[in-house]
């Protein structure tokens, strides 16, 4: 059974909290610890700019001539 089929929209939020929770877990000193809290970095700063990422949009706005009345 393929999980992914199942999911809707993606939830920045919960992911953010469970990559917050991983990296309070990585108590450690070794150099390993210190790699992996800044691969979670690196993952947080990509969820938060996937999530304020603006959505595409089809829309194109055009400029409005101006008008004789001056509007």
């Known amino acids: 059974m393929n999980m992914t089929q199942y999911i809707v929209a993606s ?3 919960r ?4 990559l917050k929770n991983a990296f309070l877990c990585v108590t450690g000193t ?3 610890d210190e790699r992996l ?3 979670i970095e690196l993952v947080l700063d990509a969820v ?3 999530e304020n990422a603006a959505p ?6 055009f400029r409005r ?3 004789a009345g001056g509007e």
């Open 48 to 50: 938060d700019s996937v």
């Open 37 to 39: 809290r800044k691969a």
């Open 56 to 61: 595409p949009s089809n829309i194109v706005i």
């Open 65 to 67: 001539r101006a008008t």
């Open 15 to 18: 992911c953010r909290a469970f």
């Open 11 to 13: 939830d920045y939020k």
């Open 30 to 32: 070794q150099a390993d």
